[in-house]
């Protein structure tokens, strides 16, 4: 059933989306850097058959280091991803400021949403020197890649309305133009931070927050400053998004567990801003300084499914509705199997 088309008029997602995000929802985090397209969309299909809620991919021009090997284009994923599934979809995320105009990410977006109602979400950052800056050109210090995604957002929202709009702001230009093909609803726009500041103004002009596991304490703080920007607003900071992707390593074994963690998803253990960072080959260099005590509070590596549970757990206690989940290992099927089965009919909300 799941290998046939799903994506339109007939799919139980068009009107089944939003009920199910009424309550915690627990999607798989397909890594387009460490895997093709066809094997993503494959490990997508199987963790929706295993009970995972649906799908994000990040817009990644490059993979974070030269092992893991892979950087296909997120839109073309997506849509097949859409095709064989009924969950949601979400590019968590892509950067709207270099490689892509804002005009551009709108009508990606605003097509996929036309394509599979109610099941795509637009998630946005300020970009990382890794992907963005293969186009070359100035790369600006983080005050103003963040004020250009704003401003890109600006754009973007311009763009939702469906109507004629133009814009000249300090850092976009569009003639007047609009988008021709348009979903019944614009997809939510989410933006993905780490830094408290950019999530209270998230709560103020987004839609929902996109962040990625970090210790309690800390994604606490951001939630707060999250909800203090929604109530400046006069939003409910508790009915809007607030998405998590947690890296997590899962095998047999602890050593098995570990093993996978500082050969395939070192970046995991880097607690310092890798924005800036152009090349595969400079973060494998750092790759090598990586321990296995620099992944402490930062990912959890295991091999028992119950103390993942009780992080995940953690995270859905903190007020996260979406959380996205990513093993680090190549063993996906065996981690997806397992994890449907041990990890996630256990998590409450």
């Not at 007939?10 to 009920?19: D, E, L, N, T, V």
């Not at 109602?117 to 990382?128: F, I, N, T, V």
């Not at 500041?197 to 990625?212: H, Q, S």
Request: aromatic share 8%; with cysteine.
């Amino acid at each position: 059933m799941l290998d046939a088309p799903v994506g339109g008029e007939a799919s139980p997602a068009r009107h089944g989306y939003r009920r199910r995000m009424a309550g915690l929802t627990v999607g798989y985090a397909a890594m387009l850097e460490q895997f093709g397209p066809r094997e993503a969309v494959d490990y997508t299909v199987l963790a929706e058959r295993n009970g995972f809620s649906g799908c994000m991919a990040a817009d990644h021009f490059q993979p974070w280091v030269p092992r893991q090997g892979q950087a296909p284009f997120v839109w073309n994923v997506l849509t097949a991803v859409g095709e064989r599934t009924a969950g949601d979809l979400g590019p968590g995320v892509t950067c709207p400021s270099f490689r892509w105009h804002p005009a551009m990410v709108a009508q990606a977006s605003a097509t996929l949403a036309t394509m599979y109602p109610d099941r795509h979400w637009l998630g946005l950052g300020s970009g990382e020197a890794l992907n963005e800056h293969v186009v070359a050109g100035y790369w600006p210090e983080a005050p103003q890649r963040i004020a250009m995604m704003f401003e890109a957002i600006e754009v973007i929202r311009k763009l939702f309305t469906g109507r004629d709009v133009k814009h000249d702001g300090r850092y976009f230009r569009m003639e007047t133009t609009r988008l021709w093909t348009m979903p019944e609803a614009p997809p939510p726009i989410l933006v993905a931070t780490a830094g408290p500041v950019t999530a209270r103004r998230t709560g103020r002009d987004c839609d929902g927050i996109i962040t990625v596991g970090a210790p309690i304490d800390a994604i606490a703080r951001l939630l707060e400053r999250f909800a203090e920007g929604a109530r400046e607003a006069g939003r409910d900071p508790d009915a809007m998004s607030k998405v998590l992707q947690v890296h997590l390593s899962w095998a047999p074994t602890d050593e098995e567990a570990l093993a996978n963690a500082m050969t395939e998803w070192p970046n995991g253990g880097m607690a310092f801003p890798k924005a800036d960072i152009r090349s595969p080959h400079d973060l494998e260099r750092i790759a090598a300084l990586v321990r296995p005590e620099d992944f402490a509070g930062r990912m959890v590596v295991s091999s028992d499914p119950d103390v993942h549970r009780a992080r995940i757990q953690a995270y859905a206690d903190l007020g996260s509705d979406r959380i996205y989940l990513h093993n680090v290992g190549r063993n996906q099927e065996e981690w997806i199997e397992v994890f449907g089965r041990e990890v996630l009919p256990r998590l409450t909300r």
